[in-house]
């Protein structure tokens, strides 16, 4: 019975998969993404998938290859005040600035090659940075797929323009609510109506430049003030034009507690539940094993390297690109060391106690 039950719950997660999967993909995006892939590329990427499987399969960190998706974050500046990021917070302990040209590139250089996919956000408003699309532009000349997340408050007709003219492959926008009083109850200091004129100029200069890119959608951060505005956001991102709604689920940092009620309702929505004794846990369970430390990792805008974007304040350094290469970094002994840890005591690691890897958020 047991199993029986067990084979019918991963077969339902499969299909929840699948679902999502058909439900956020996009053939214009798909094709634009796969028009990224070079030789060298796939060679690279099934090499690092290869490498995770058989570690996953021995217990052992194997790495081969190099990340397929870094993130590079532009500034950790920001100009709202959300109550559960550090930046919004001015909780970080490490310093703010904005990412230079000069590193940027040097670093592109040296391992475009291998890279397909590049996030221009960790912390911060991209847009803060003035000289972020031209290094979106730049990554777009070496054949990368770009993509950035922004609160759109800074997307005016210029902005717009430039950047589909930097040929950004993807760009989301952040939008908690339909009505400036929901909007405001998570993105704290923000205008809606900025955000929506940010939107419109975006879509307004695609076709104006007849581009397919970027790919545009909202991004809508459920959490208890906005759940019931699910189906209200679908009806707006229609009306705007943008080309998805994507909902997300959102990290309260103290989940036992929730002390700003974030958590929805709505179950499928939320990165948590009740265990049997009511205790609030993370749905996604703590395997040890990771895929984003084996295809992916984050640069901070000064340069050091975090496994990923849940260390948000870069407590968990793992090498220092204004001191070493990005190749020698990658395989470094402070990254080797963290891969194995990982796989012998993930739930020990303080960023991995509010992950969200595996979790997956579908549409009935």
Same mark, same amino acid.
């Given at each position: ?8 719950? =991963? ?24 028009? $990224? ?43 709202? #005040? ?17 990412? $230079? ?11 475009? =090659?291998?890279?397909? /996919? +590049? ?15 031209? *290094? ?17 408050? /800074? @997307? ?26 929901? /909007?405001?109850?998570? #993105? ?23 581009? =397919? ?21 679908? =009806? +707006? ?15 309260? /940092? ?10 929805? %309702?709505?179950?499928?929505?939320? #990165? ?39 260390? $948000? %304040? ?7 690109? $204004? ?19 990982? *796989?012998?005591? #993930?739930?020990?690691? %303080? ?7 595996? @979790? ?5």
């Amino acid at each position: 019975m047991f199993n029986k039950k067990l084979l019918k719950n =991963k077969a339902s997660g499969r299909k929840r998969i699948f679902t999502t999967l058909m439900a956020y993909f996009n053939w214009n995006d798909s094709i634009n993404f796969l028009s $990224k892939m070079t030789p060298r590329r796939c060679w690279n990427a099934f090499r690092v998938y290869g490498s995770y499987q058989l570690s996953k399969l021995t217990g052992k960190p194997i790495q081969w290859g190099y990340p397929i998706s870094i993130s590079f974050e532009p500034t950790t500046s920001c100009n709202l #005040r959300c109550p559960e990021c550090p930046s919004g917070l001015r909780e970080f302990t490490r310093p703010t600035g904005m990412l $230079k040209q000069d590193f940027f590139r040097e670093t592109i250089d040296d391992i475009y =090659k291998d890279l397909l /996919y +590049l996030i221009f956000y960790f912390q911060g408003e991209p847009y803060l940075n003035p000289d972020f699309l031209d *290094m979106v532009e730049y990554a777009h000349k070496k054949g990368i797929y770009t993509a950035t997340s922004t609160n759109a408050h /800074y @997307l005016t007709d210029e902005k717009a323009k430039k950047t589909v003219e930097s040929g950004l492959d993807r760009l989301i926008i952040s939008i908690d609510g339909t009505t400036q009083d929901v /909007y405001e109850q998570y #993105r704290v200091g923000g205008r809606l109506e900025k955000v929506l004129e940010g939107a419109r100029n975006i879509v307004k200069w695609k076709k104006a430049l007849n581009s =397919k890119t970027p790919f545009v959608f909202f991004q809508f951060l459920v959490v208890k003030p906005n759940e019931h505005q699910i189906d209200a956001v679908k =009806k +707006l991102g229609a009306e705007i034009g943008v080309d998805q709604v994507r909902f997300k689920t959102a990290q309260v /940092y103290d989940y036992e507690n929730d002390p700003n009620r974030l958590i929805p %309702d709505n179950n499928k929505y939320s #990165r948590y539940k009740r265990d049997a004794s009511g205790k609030m846990k993370v749905k996604s369970g703590l395997n040890n094993h990771c895929w984003k430390l084996w295809h992916a990792n984050v640069i901070t805008w000064d340069g050091l390297v975090v496994p990923c974007c849940f260390d $948000k %304040d870069a407590m968990h350094q793992l090498g220092n690109l $204004k001191t070493q290469s990005f190749r020698e970094t990658w395989h470094n002994p402070n990254y080797q060391q963290f891969r194995k840890e990982l *796989m012998t005591s #993930r739930k020990n690691i %303080d960023i991995c106690a509010n992950c969200s890897e595996g @979790l997956t958020v579908w549409e009935d």
